[in-house]
């Protein structure tokens, strides 16, 4: 468990006072940091950027599960074709760790702030932790979370709890979080999402609180609602300017983790957006078509040379369907009967020349945004919420249309050439008003949106859940020989890899309580009602 769970490392390391006896500087460890000294607010954004900077740990995995982006490349095999490559166990371990180390960092943070009577610290890492533990728990279940984090006072073996009683916690303590923020109290100083706006956190908190109620819609209806309830109430986003966004700074070290790995050669050339996802805003005719998509330039070299912009013309997108291969088998995606052929000539063929990748000048910079939470996806949650009779401010119909406008505005934050104005994306949102023929119409259309939306902000993880929650869109999975699922879209991740040898006893009934073991078709309890 000590390598599975990060309980606070960084903690022991900053924060051991050396030994101070006569002041004899032999005897001062040089680089330690006590407590007292050390600026909390630092944890923060450390929290904020470990927790949003997925890069290959959703690419692998999320980006294809739902259907999103696709690949004939072998390396992708784990996402596209649910087919184990050679690096499936590291990125199986990546979300988890990486996760883990998150919210050690907002744990350190709540506890040194509350020391040093920072109020709105501490609550904003009540937050954070809440956070960033759905995220892994809706990821792969029942984890550790009360005994969780909690390295410094030796427990590195803790209990899994379920994730009915995860969730009860997290809302508990995510509504006395926010209760307690006040913007006349202590500034945050390092914030990467708000730049310290108490304000927007408060209705950040509340957002998070809608969709962490709307996680449970199968589970637990009456809990989903009166947390669903109150988060409307009470005030979540109210415009784009709210979105809740990452920044990076690649020249430091920090950039952005998914476009810097979608530039390493293979990727670049490999990597396309999916059929499902082209034919959805093609058929919409969707605004976001010809802002998010490129055809690259013709021939292999021009082709996957990421200075050469591509052609953005929405006539010519087309989406690289998932489950094929370019072995030359049955699977072979040329030989499909719809395969639009190479581009270039003898020498400098690309076989994938005609499908549509991500557009570099949107997506690719190394220090682009990173979005965690937005206005579009609290809009359609509500949007959702009326549909299912609850009481919410608003109707269905005026929550999905603000969803859809602010999910085409937001795209330029990406980059100012991503910029949709505020009338084509009304005049869309008019043209396509949410369908009130019947709920299930209602909610077919919310959550087909909420999975387009977050796939184009590059935000796949939070898309693929919420397609395990709500169904939609329906998704043909892919049936390619070898694979880990039986043909079947993933629904968890398997825990990390050294859970079973750490922390065994506490794993196994974990596992125990897993319908099918601990597998990638196994469903979280949200997940299996």
């Known amino acids: 468990m000590k390598k599975g769970l990060l309980y606070i490392t960084l903690g022991v390391a900053l924060f051991t006072s050396g030994c101070t006896k006569d002041f004899d500087e032999i005897n001062t460890d040089p680089v330690a940091v006590d407590a007292a000294r050390y600026n909390a607010n630092l944890l923060l954004s450390k929290s904020q950027y470990q927790y949003a900077n997925k890069g290959y740990a959703q690419l692998l995995f999320q980006s294809m599960w739902p259907q999103l982006l696709a690949s004939t490349f072998n390396y992708y095999s784990n996402g596209d074709k649910y087919v184990a490559s050679s690096g499936i166990i590291g990125y199986q371990n990546q979300l988890w760790n990486d996760d883990y180390r998150g919210a050690s960092f907002a744990y350190e943070m709540t506890q040194l702030a509350k020391e040093k009577g920072l109020t709105n610290l501490e609550n904003v890492g009540v937050i954070m932790k809440v956070l960033i533990m759905q995220h ?14 909690s390295g410094k006072t030796n427990v590195f073996t803790p209990e899994y709890d ?11 303590e995510l509504d006395a979080a926010i209760t307690k ?31 962490s109620a709307m996680r449970l819609t199968k589970a637990k209806p009456e809990l989903a609602r009166q947390y669903a309830e109150k988060a409307a109430s009470l005030g979540t986003f109210q415009s784009i300017a709210d979105n809740a966004v990452c920044t990076s700074d690649n020249s430091t070290g920090n950039g952005n983790g998914t476009s810097n790995a979608l530039l390493v050669v293979e990727d670049y050339r490999e990597v396309k957006w999916s059929k499902k996802l082209i034919d959805y805003l093609r058929v919409n005719n969707d605004p976001r078509l010809g802002v998010s998509a490129e055809i690259p330039p013709a021939g292999l070299a021009a082709g ?23 072995a ?33 000048a949107i997506y690719l910079s190394r220090s682009a945004p990173i979005f965690v939470l937005t206005y579009a996806e609290t809009e359609l949650l509500l949007a959702e919420a009326a549909v299912r009779g609850w009481t919410i401010p608003g109707t269905a119909a005026e929550h999905y ?7 085409l505005q937001s795209l330029a934050t990406f980059s100012a050439s991503a910029t949709i104005s505020a009338a084509d994306a009304n005049a869309y949102a008019t043209a396509h008003p949410l369908d009130v023929s019947s709920a299930n119409a209602s909610l077919k259309m919310i959550n087909e949106q909420y999975w387009a939306t977050n796939g184009l902000l590059f935000n796949f993880i939070e898309a693929w859940i919420n397609w395990r929650r709500s169904g939609y869109p329906v998704l043909t999975p892919v049936n390619y020989q070898g694979n880990f699922t039986g043909g079947t879209i993933p629904r968890r991740i398997a825990y990390q890899s050294t859970e079973g040898s750490t922390n065994p006893v506490n794993y196994q009934e ?7 073991g601990d597998n ?3 469903r979280v309890w949200w997940d299996a009602q």
Do not use: H
Request: charged share 20%; hydrophobic share 30%; aromatic share 10%.
């Open 136 to 149: 892994i728990t809706d990821c792969y279940g029942d984890v550790p979370y009360s005994q969780a984090l």
């Open 162 to 172: 379920t994730q009915e009683s995860i969730y009860t916690s997290m809302l508990t």
């Open 181 to 211: 923020l006040d913007p006349a109290a202590d500034k945050l100083t390092a914030d990467l999402f708000y730049g310290g706006d108490i304000a927007k956190w408060k209705r950040f908190g509340y957002s998070l609180m809608l969709r």
């Open 304 to 326: 996957t040379n990421s200075s050469l912009a591509g052609n953005r013309d929405s006539s010519v997108q087309r989406g690289l369907p998932n489950g094929y291969d370019l």
């Open 328 to 360: 030359g088998g049955a699977t072979d995606v040329t030989k499909r009967s719809d395969y639009p052929g190479s581009t270039g000539a003898a020498g400098d063929v690309y076989l994938l020349g005609r499908y549509s990748r991500p557009t570099t």
């Open 401 to 407: 249309r603000n969803g859809v406008v602010a999910a």
């Open 510 to 516: 974990a596992v125990k309580r897993l319908q099918g």
């Open 520 to 522: 990638y078709t196994s």
